[in-house]
Every structure is written in C-alpha cells, then in structure tokens.
C-alpha cells in the first residue's frame, strides 16, 4: 500500500464512489443534452452556467469554498492543515464541442470532486489544500482562444485581450460571463494565477490505444504541439448567372485549392501529423453570386517541436501561391501556439506510483488532444490520467465511457492528489 496518508493507511481510492461519480456524470449530461444523446454545452453559455450551478451546490453542501476568477475559472476548495501552503488543483472543462459527449472534459471535473468527497468520507486530512477546478472554454469553438481559461491562468494570454473577444453572434467573452454569473453566482476573487503546487487532469483517452491494448490507465507523458490559423481568402462578388468563369475572382474556388494543394506538405507515412479544416465560411452565402470571402480554420499537431514548425510555416506560402492563381488575395493568422509540452517528471512519477499500488493495468501514452494541463505546465508540475472511451470516439455525441473505467482513473487521481498534497 504505496499512497497513504502519514501515520496512516487509509487511502482515498477506497472511499471512490463508482456510481456517484457516474450519476454525477448523468446529471451533468441532461445539461445541454442532445437528441442524439451527446451534449452541446458552449463555453459561457446558458447550458455551462447551469454545470457550474450544479457543480456549485454540491460543493455547497460538503461545506467547501467556491471562487470564481476574472476569465471564469471555477474552483472548489478543500482546506489543507497548512494555511500557508500552495494548493494542489486538479480538474478539466465542462464546456463542449457543438456536438460533444459526456465525458471529454467533465470527467476531470467530477473525478477531481469525487476526489474531494473520498478524502472527506475518509477522514483524510491533508497539509496542502486541495482545489477542483473547471477551466473556461476549453474546447475553443465558440470563442477562441481554446484552453482560455488556464491559459489565461498561467500567463499565456492577457485578460483583456480574451474578454474583448467575441463568438460570431458578437457577444463578448466579458458579456456572456457577466451574464453567466446571474445563473452561477460565485465568489469573485480578482487575482489570475495565483501560485499553486501542482496538478492533476484526468480525461477520457479520446483515442483508441487503451482499448486495443486492455490497459485501464494512461500516463501521460507529453500532450502533442499545437498551431491554428485562420485563413481569410478574399475574391471579388460577381453575378454567377452572366459572369464568365474567366473572370471571375471566386474566394470558395481558391479556398478549396489551398486546402487540397496543402495535402502534400502534411502527407506523413507515420500517420503522426494532424491537419484537420474544421471550419469553413462563405460570403456572401448567396446561390446567385460568386463567393468574395471564406473565411476557414486550420488545426495542424504534432509531437515533435521542429516538424510542427516547418509544416505550420509552410502554410503562408502554399495558400498565397494558390490565391495568386485565381485573382484572389490571402490572408493567414495564427491565433494559437503551444509547443509539445511535456508532463512533469514527479508528478507522472507519482500517478505511475498510484496506478501501481492500485494494481491498474497501465501504460505511458502521449497525448493527441490538447489540454488544459498543457497551459498548466507551464507555472507547476503537471501529470495527466487518461481513462479508455468506447472505441476512441470523442467529439461526437456517441462518445462512451465505462463507470467501472471512471471510477479507476478517479482512484489513480485520488492517491496521487493525497501524495503531492502531503509531501
Ligand atoms: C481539445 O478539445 C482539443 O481540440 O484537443
Ligand atoms: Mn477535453
Ligand atoms: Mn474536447
């Protein structure tokens, strides 16, 4: 029994409730909830400040400490028996992607709670406090940047710059959680990044390889770089039913070039690099005129620092070489950078500790989706606890999870938090 308490050996893996974490789970799932049976739960949206109610009171009623920072990040605080040490944070997001599922993000939440809850049924007191928090607007799609809300946290981006930012609609980050506060009331403490020891993330996998190979534990050791552009495409409004293709200057037509004629610059016999256009905007939208914008999104990742840098830089020039060809002009921006992070050693030292003592079928895995722990790392050691979802699938309302699988990654989670807390 590695992961005690001192003078102790109660853990708090023991006190993992399965089937509260998972009807914490079902609960949370009926907000936002899709007939498809995911859930669309958009960062500062009606639906995500019913979570964070939720969330909300039951933290009220174990009595914890509930505070809210100035871009929305919501934390839940679990005293320590040292007033003047850092606290250990353990969390994730309970935002969704459009059509998102169940778990991707509120596992991290509700596995950091229930974390929370086993120390207090087992009666485990620790020296550093320990905090749940839910990051805001993870997911990156109603506003962007994604992971704004540690990334905001741990200095990546200035505060005023993310509550100017707008969702297409127009309403501002600042808006809609001014807004958010009148369903989620919390207190607000002004201060961004205050110092902390360390953290936890757990998540789903969103991939495959626990499954295929029967592991029920994911170490993470490093969560992939990342780099998104946004490409603005500029033609000229004609009539579609009198002007002749030649002359024409048709923004989707060179669009859709760039995004073919960049294929070969991402083509990858390893099947290691990540292109995805996930998003797609024609102006004026109209059948009977020919298209003078599009406005589209690239998301390129990869692991390795240099491959991410010279194919994210090679973008610019294929798509201006391919604008050229057809009278229209391109502009590219790239609205987010995050260098391959990788984990920190002593706190994946301690997770691979904690899934050991537990006896859990482990392995080490690098991280494909990007995380809050990826901002995180930056101002304290971080580790992440992935957990197997059905088939690799997220992002898709179809996404699945086992409760026995949830509960394990919580248990893993539980013993490391009570570890870095108490060293
Ligand atoms: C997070 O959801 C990501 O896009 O990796
Ligand atoms: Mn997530
Ligand atoms: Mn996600």
């Known amino acids: 029994m590695a992961v005690t308490t001192r003078g102790s050996n109660i853990r708090a893996s023991d006190h993992i ?10 609960a949370m799932a009926k907000l936002g909830a899709t007939p498809r049976g995911g859930v669309n739960r958009q960062a500062l949206s009606a639906e995500d400040a019913q979570a964070r109610k939720l969330l909300g009171s039951w933290a009220a009623s174990r009595g914890y400490d509930v505070f809210t920072d100035p871009i929305g ?13 850092k606290p250990v944070l353990s969390g994730s997001h309970l935002d969704s992607q459009p059509t998102g599922g169940k778990f991707d993000g509120t596992y991290g939440v509700l596995a950091a709670f229930e974390a929370l809850e086993a120390l207090d049924d087992a009666g485990i007191k620790t020296k550093r406090p320990i905090m749940a928090v839910a990051w805001t607007n993870e997911e990156g799609n109603r506003f962007q940047p994604g992971c704004m809300g540690s990334g905001a946290f741990a200095g990546v981006y200035p505060l005023e710059q993310l509550l100017s930012g707008k969702d297409p609609q127009g309403t501002s980050v600042r808006d809609a959680f001014a807004e958010l506060l009148k369903t989620a009331p919390a207190r607000l403490e002004p201060r961004l990044g205050f110092p902390i020891d360390s953290y936890i993330e757990a998540h789903i996998e ?18 992939q770089g990342m780099r998104r552009f946004y490409i603005d495409v500029f033609g000229e409004e004609a009539h579609s039913g009198t002007t002749p293709l030649k002359l024409r200057k048709d923004a989707l037509k060179s669009a859709c070039s760039m995004v073919t004629a960049l294929e070969p610059l991402m083509a990858d016999p390893t099947d290691t690099v990540r292109y995805t256009v996930g998003r797609f905007e024609i102006y004026p939208g109209s059948p009977s005129t020919v298209p003078s914008k599009v406005h589209f999104l690239i998301d390129l ?3 390795d620092i240099a491959t991410l840098e010279r194919l994210g830089d090679g973008i610019a020039s294929i798509c201006e070489a391919e604008a050229a060809k057809r009278g229209c ?17 002593e706190a994946v030292a301690l997770v691979r500790d904690s899934a050991k003592a537990l006896g859990m079928k482990h392995i080490d895995i690098i991280s494909g989706a990007g995380h809050d722990a990826m901002h995180v ?22 996404e699945d999870a086992t409760a026995k699988d949830l509960a394990n990654g919580a248990r ?9 807390a108490n060293r």
């Open 73 to 85: 990040n919501l934390y839940v605080k679990r005293p320590g028996t040292d007033a003047s040490a």
């Open 377 to 398: 790392a930056k101002v304290a050691p971080a580790g992440m606890i992935f957990v197997p979802c059905w088939k690799g699938i997220s992002h898709n309302e179809t």
């Open 412 to 420: 893993v989670l539980a013993d490391a938090l009570v570890s870095l």
């Open 17 to 26: 409730s399965e089937d509260r974490l998972w009807q914490r789970h079902m």
């Open 206 to 223: 969103q991939g495959p390889i626990l499954e295929n190979t029967k592991n029920e534990i994911g170490i993470v050791t490093l969560i």
């Open 301 to 303: 990742r990869h692991p």
């Open 329 to 345: 002009t391109v502009k590219v921006t790239e609205y987010t950078t995050v260098a391959p992070m990788p984990m920190g050693a």
